[in-house]
């Protein structure tokens, strides 16, 4: 898959500094962690490395949050990421060292946020994915919920775009359709009907391939559809009511 061939070695290539520089650098004898800060990506090919190390990376770190690595959660990042088996060594690698240096999860996050800076609905899906990792061993713990919420805010996502993402991962008999369009019971069908256009245009699969999303984790942005177009439906049925 394009986005494992070389996946620590394909970045040499690439103007990545700070602390993935660093991470990367220590795995290649200081070969990358020297180069320049990037503030972007030049294809939609190098942004899904891009994406697919910061999930490794802030996995890693997430898998520590509640002072245990969970078997399910580790089992979870692969199977999210559909790593070939012929990829896990190199995989490992990196997760293990994200997971053993002392440095957190915040330069990560920071990091994570320049790159895809301007692009909300990215960094929206390392957050969506992220839940889905957490939720593995078949419980989000407040550890968990604490972090994930402190990189959406590093990220720049408000409460609406986060507490969005928390609902749209119900089941549809539990979803506030409300929360799912980021909107209130008091707006009117149609400022709530233009945040539905919006989030529906954003969230499209197509268009977030485009921007530096792998394919093997749309999965979760196609729930996140499926929860918008749900919403949408229940908010018309409860105003025309």
Do not use: C
């Not at 839940?131 to 805010?153: C, P, R, T, W």
């Not at 699969?205 to 918008?228: C, F, N, Q, T």
């Amino acid at each position: 898959m394009a986005i494992w061939g070389s996946l620590i070695g394909g970045m040499i290539g690439f103007s990545l500094g700070g602390p993935f520089g660093m991470l990367l650098g220590s795995l290649l004898g200081g070969k990358i962690s020297r180069a320049r800060a990037a503030s972007g990506f030049s294809s939609a090919a190098q942004g899904q490395k891009v994406f697919a190390l910061s999930l490794i990376v802030l996995s890693a770190k997430l898998s520590k949050a509640d002072g245990q690595v969970s078997r399910e959660e580790l089992i979870a990042v692969k199977d999210k990421l559909k790593i070939p088996e012929n990829e896990l060594d190199q995989v490992g690698q990196i997760f293990n060292k994200a997971k053993e240096e002392s440095i957190g999860y915040e330069p990560y996050a920071k990091q994570i946020a320049n790159f895809y800076k301007g692009q909300i609905n990215v960094l929206e899906e390392v957050i969506n994915t992220l839940f889905y990792i957490a939720e593995a061993d078949g419980h989000v713990s407040n550890e968990e919920l604490k972090m994930i919420k402190h990189i959406s805010q590093i990220f720049g996502l408000n409460e609406a775009e986060f507490n969005g993402i928390v609902e749209s991962r119900k089941s549809s008999d539990k979803l506030n359709p409300y929360l799912v369009l980021e909107s209130s019971p008091d707006d009117d069908i149609q400022t709530i009907r233009k945040k539905y256009l919006k989030l529906s245009k954003e969230h499209h699969p197509d268009l977030l391939v485009s921007k530096g999303v792998p394919e093997e984790v749309l999965e979760e942005s196609k729930k996140k559809i499926r929860a918008v177009n749900l919403a949408w439906d229940q908010v018309q049925k409860l105003k025309n009511n």
